[in-house]
C-alpha cells in the first residue's frame, strides 16, 4: 500500500438560524460522491487565509470573512481501488459568507500553474438532522461534531474507502 500525506484548509460555515452547514459535492478524489467541506491545498506562495478564500470561490462561488482558527484534525484513510492510504491533516476555520450573490462555479481551476477541472459539483447546505441519511466525507463529520460540541477533539479517524 502506497502512503500519502495531504494537508489543506477547511472552512466551517453554518448558518446559526438553520444551524446548516456549507458543503459541497465532492467530485474526485478519496471523498469523490460525499458530501465534504469546502477547501483544500495550499499553491505556492499561498498563505492559509489566501488559500482558504480562494478555495471557497472555486468550490462554493462565496466570497469569506475567516474568523478565527479552529484548530487541526487528521485521518487516515485508506483507498482501496488506489492501493494508497492517505494521512490526510485538515487545518479548520471558522468562516462567514460575506454579503452579496454567490459566483457561478468556474468549470476548470488552475493550481500551480496547472489546469484542471473542479471538484466541486456545487454548493449545499446541509442540516445536520440529514447527516445519517447522507454520505458525509470525514471532514464534514468532523465540523458536524465540532459544531455540537466546540471541540474537534485529538483523535486521528481511520476511514475505509
Request: one cysteine or more; charged letters at 25%; hydrophobic letters at 35%.
Amino acid at each position: 500500500m502506497n502512503w500519502q500525506r495531504h494537508i489543506g484548509v477547511y472552512g466551517i460555515c453554518h448558518d446559526p438560524a438553520t444551524k446548516k452547514l456549507c458543503v459541497i459535492q465532492k467530485k474526485g478524489g478519496p471523498y469523490d460522491g460525499m458530501y465534504d467541506l469546502p477547501g483544500g491545498s495550499l499553491e505556492s506562495n499561498e498563505t492559509l487565509e489566501e488559500a482558504l478564500k480562494r478555495e471557497f470561490v472555486e468550490e462554493t462561488g462565496y466570497q469569506i470573512e475567516v474568523v478565527r482558527s479552529i484548530g487541526t484534525a487528521d485521518f487516515l484513510v485508506e483507498e482501496s481501488k488506489r492501493n494508497r492510504c492517505v494521512h490526510h491533516i485538515a487545518l479548520y476555520y471558522e468562516v462567514l459568507v460575506k454579503e452579496g450573490q454567490a459566483r457561478e462555479l468556474p468549470k476548470k481551476v488552475s493550481a500551480d500553474s496547472q489546469v484542471k477541472p473542479n471538484d466541486s459539483g456545487g454548493v449545499y447546505w446541509l442540516d445536520p438532522s440529514e447527516a445519517s441519511t447522507v454520505p458525509l466525507s470525514p471532514l464534514v463529520q468532523k465540523a458536524l461534531d465540532w459544531l455540537a460540541s466546540g471541540d474537534l477533539g485529538v483523535e486521528a479517524g481511520s476511514y475505509s474507502m
